[in-house]
C-alpha cells in the first residue's frame, strides 16, 4: 500500500483519512485529494494522519499548500492524531500548538526519544541559523 485516502462526514464536516507513505511519489496525488474535498465540501476539513507510515518533507508541503488553499477560502485544515513518523516531520514545520506535545502523537502513542531528540537538535540548528 503506497497511499489510501478517503473521505467521511463527522458533524457536517469532512474528514479525509490518509493512510501509507506520503512521499514524493504521492505527496501531488495527496494535495490534489485535499483540494478538491475542500472546492466541493467546504474549506473546513479535518485530515486523519493516524495511518501514515511514512511522511517526508513533501507530504508535509502538500498538507501545509492544502491548509493554505483552505484558509484563503475562509476555513482552515485541522490534522487529527498524526502518527509518530507523520509528526515528527509536522512538527519540525507547523507551530507547536497545532500538534501534541513533544514525545507523543495526538492519539497518545509515544514518539521514539531518538526521534524527539533529532527534531530538538534540528530546531536548535534552525534557530541559530535567523
Do not use: H
Request: hydrophobic content about 45%.
Amino acid at each position: 500500500m503506497r497511499l489510501d485516502l478517503s473521505v467521511s462526514l463527522s458533524a457536517g464536516a469532512p474528514v479525509v483519512c490518509v493512510g501509507g507513505e506520503v512521499d514524493l511519489l504521492t505527496a501531488d496525488d495527496l494535495y490534489e485529494f485535499l483540494a478538491t474535498v475542500i472546492r466541493q465540501r467546504g474549506p473546513r476539513l479535518s485530515v486523519d494522519l493516524r495511518r501514515v507510515t511514512f511522511m517526508d518533507s513533501r507530504g508535509a508541503a502538500a498538507v501545509l499548500r492544502a491548509r493554505r488553499l483552505a484558509r484563503s477560502l475562509g476555513g482552515n485544515l485541522t490534522l487529527v492524531g498524526p502518527s509518530a513518523p507523520a509528526a515528527l516531520v509536522l512538527r519540525a514545520v507547523l507551530p507547536d500548538q497545532d500538534l501534541a506535545p513533544p514525545g507523543r502523537d495526538r492519539g497518545g502513542s509515544p514518539v521514539p526519544a531518538s526521534a524527539s531528540a533529532r527534531l530538538n537538535g534540528m530546531r536548535r540548528g534552525l534557530q541559530n541559523r535567523e
